[in-house]
């Protein structure tokens, strides 16, 4: 396997479990928290692109090309979906649990059932990404009731879709797939302790094999849609832990990964880590866009803020935490591009590149 690129400078700026302006009450937990096992720094990687000439072949994803022009250079990126100017997409998706089996017997399922009672495989497809279940509102403006790659990126591209009302950018009724058993062998995973939870620790690169294999048998995933991997109080690992997801693209084929921490406040809780993730996937799907940042990735510049720049929003009896994402003007678009120039979904002030990619 190609080497694996660390998407943001940021990820390597702190560790442990607490962020910059954590709260003393959280340092005190903590400090009342097992050691790690490995030094626990919250991060995501993104993994080279394979057969990248093969990216926009035909039957692939629906995308289009975003240009702008940044001190006399100019960037032009690859998004899914259609132009803010033009119709509503829709990308069909897929959801594969894997369950976690180590060599101590011990194992991580998606169909641990979590405190509101359902299981975190059910919480995951009736969470914000796949449901149009918040009406979400930034800045005066009302973005819709909607999923929230969508509401970002109507955010992202305001001015346009104000205009354009009926422009979306959404991911179909997940299609869940039986669940995939992973008997992981010793020198690809252990045991841990992270951020306080008790987690498997599983080597990227083994991962990453089995889930070619997993796509490779099952014909129905198509460069058309989008595969999501979920495993339940996972971290992958790579020189270090913890990686709480990553997603890449095989010629045409892009597949998303993430883990689902079932601790509250820790790094990946429930599905943190996915809306990071699917933010990346919707503005650089095949992991080859640039900025003056360098690599295109919205959701690293925003990983080291306070909750890992985590905010919740309650569906029923269900608490989400989705990641706050960069947009346009902090990868040096024009200001006009975005809801009153806002550099980022929560309207965190950030100058471009402020945080690196």
């Known amino acids: 396997m190609s080497p694996i690129r660390l998407k943001s400078s940021a990820s390597t700026l702190f560790a442990g479990a607490l962020l910059l302006g954590a709260a003393s009450g959280a340092l005190a937990q903590q400090a009342a928290r097992k050691p790690d096992t490995m030094p626990a720094v919250p991060r995501f990687v993104v993994l080279p692109a394979k057969h990248p000439e093969l990216a926009g ?59 509101n009672g359902q299981t975190a495989l059910v919480d995951t497809t009736n969470s914000p990404i796949f449901q149009s279940n918040v009406n979400f509102k930034e800045a005066t403006a009302n973005l819709g009731t909607t999923q929230y790659e969508d509401a970002f990126q109507r955010e992202s591209f305001w001015p346009q879709v104000k205009l354009n009302k009926s422009y979306h950018v959404l991911l179909g009724a997940p299609t869940v797939l039986p669940e995939v058993t992973l008997n992981v062998p010793k020198a690809d995973g252990v045991p841990g302790t992270e951020f306080g939870v008790s987690v498997a620790l599983v080597n990227i690169n083994y991962l990453d094999g089995q889930i070619s294999s997993i796509i490779a048998a099952n014909p129905q995933i198509t460069a ?53 993730e699917m933010g990346e996937w919707l503005d650089d799907p095949f992991t080859n866009n640039n900025s003056p940042c360098g690599i295109y990735e919205v959701g690293d510049p925003l990983e080291r803020e306070a909750n890992y720049g985590d905010y919740p929003y309650v569906v029923g009896t269900m608490t989400y935490h989705l990641q706050d994402l960069a947009q346009p003007p902090y990868f040096g678009a024009p200001k006009s591009t975005t809801l009153k120039g806002r550099a980022t979904f929560q309207g965190t002030k950030l100058s471009v590149c402020q945080n690196g990619a």
Not at 63 to 85: E, H, L, R
Not at 232 to 254: F, K, L
């Open 57 to 115: 072949q035909a039957g692939g994803l629906t995308t289009w090309n975003f240009s702008y022009t940044y001190n006399g250079t100019k960037y032009t990126d690859k998004f899914v979906g259609n132009a803010p100017t033009g119709a509503a997409s829709t990308t069909p998706s897929f959801v594969i649990p894997i369950k976690i089996v180590l060599s101590t017997g011990a194992s991580f399922s998606m169909s641990t059932v979590q405190p």
């Open 224 to 276: 058309a849609s989008i595969p999501i991997f979920v495993m339940y109080n996972t971290y992958e690992t790579s020189g270090g832990c913890c990686i709480g997801g990553y997603h890449e693209a095989v010629g045409a084929q892009t597949r998303s990964v993430f883990d689902y921490i079932g601790t509250s406040g820790a790094f990946s809780q429930d599905v943190s880590a996915l809306s990071h």
